[in-house]
Each structure stands twice: as C-alpha cells, then as structure tokens.
T-cell receptor, first 115, second 114 residues
C-alpha cells in the first residue's frame, strides 16, 4: 500500500531563513508521481510541483527547490529566504500508476514564518 | 481564468438535515473528485467520477452520495449529517488519461453541523 510520511508537524522560522520540509514515501509501483501542494489559511490546495519516478533531477523555481532521491524514498522541499506569505500547510502526495490519479496525502507540515 | 469553483464557501446545517454542496469547473477536465478534510488532517478521498463513471472509496459512509449531471458540475449530498461530518469539503479535477495529472482544487466548502 502506498504511504506518505511528513514527520514534521509544525515548523516555525524567522523571515529570510531557509527551511526544508521533509517527505518520505512508500510504494511498490515502479511508476509513480510525487507532488507538493500548499494550503494557505484560505483553504485552497495549490499545486506546486509534480515529479515522476523516472526523473530524479532536482528542480528549482524561484525560492523553491525540490530534492528527489529514490535511494532514500524522499522528496524534500526547500524554501530559500522564507517570507511571511509562505506561511501555510504543505502537503506531500503520491499517486501510483496502478491507482490512476488517486492521491495519497501526507499529514502535512504547518509552516509559520515570523516577521 | 479556468478554475474550480465551490459554493457555498461556508455552509451551516442542522444535525440530520440533508445538505448539498456544489462544484463547477471550467477546465473541461473529465475527472472530478470529492475530498473531506477534517481539522489538522490530510484530505481524504470520498469518491470520484471518471466521466460518468462513479468510483466510491471503500470506507466512504453511505450517508455521502454524489451526482454529476454533466462535465462541468458535481454535487456532494450528505443525507443525514452528523456532528462528525463537520469538515472542509474539497472538490478537485484532473485530466483523465494523462498519468500523473495534477489535481486542481477549489477553495472548499466548510461545513458546520449544529
């Protein structure tokens, strides 16, 4: 069965600090997809990134970067120079080819960025 | 902008009184999902439609039903809401047939049961 673990329940940082959100997954499929979503206080889940299991290249988008390592089944998310607007709950999620597009979410990490 | 719209944003209902939540989309996606998210928890999939085909999750209570009259609209009906059904309900869409297609979420309906 697929499973996503986000061990960090809450993280608090001061603005401009870098912060890394951890995600560890379990799957038996060889083809799968990993996602990060952001959920601000307004409630909407905002799609941030998708990686497939065959592409281990790290990705950078502005202040956001993602480190995908199959050897450790991890897909970590780093925010550089955090800002107050980054405060939100961040969910890591997994979908497997065998399950279609059904997402299994981790329990989320609540990030608070203090001014 | 193409989007997923949920109405109402906040819904209050009485214990046992049927309630319907609505979702519409302009993305022309053929898959629509309903998730339930309780406070400080991950979203939990209730069911989804792939075109007109309804797919219920095994642990979704019978109290929850859904209708999809056309591509653009999907409804969540709670026949007899209990206090435990108070939650945020999230509608999402995706392009079926494209592996790993990301889900696009609406901004949710927060349901209160009194």
């Amino acid at each position: 069965a697929q499973k996503v673990t986000q061990a960090q329940t809450e993280i608090s940082v001061v603005e401009k600090e870098d912060v890394t959100l951890d995600c560890v997954y379990e799957t038996r499929d060889t083809t799968y997809y990993l996602f990060w979503y952001k959920q601000p206080p307004s409630g909407e889940l905002v799609f941030l990134i998708r990686r497939n299991s065959f592409d281990e290249q790290n990705e950078i988008s502005g202040r956001y970067s993602w480190n995908f390592q199959k050897s450790t089944s991890s897909f970590n998310f780093t925010i550089t120079a955090s800002q107050v607007v980054d405060s939100a709950v961040y969910f890591c999620a997994l979908s497997e080819r065998s399950s279609g597009d059904k997402l299994t979410f981790g329990t989320g990490t609540r990030l608070a960025v203090r001014p | 902008d193409a989007m997923v719209i949920q109405n109402p944003r906040y819904q209050v209902t009485q214990f046992g009184k049927p309630v319907t939540l609505s979702c519409s989309q302009t993305l022309n996606h053929n898959v629509m999902y309903w998730y339930q998210q309780k406070s400080s928890q991950a979203p939990k999939l209730l069911f989804h439609y792939y075109d007109k085909d309804f797919n219920n999750e095994a642990d979704t209570p019978d109290n929850f039903q859904s209708r999809r009259p056309n591509t653009s609209f999907c409804f969540l009906d709670i026949r007899s809401p209990g206090l435990g059904d108070a939650a945020m309900y999230l509608c999402a869409t995706s392009r079926g047939g494209f592996e790993g297609s990301p889900l696009h979420f609406g901004n949710g309906t927060r349901l209160t049961v009194t």
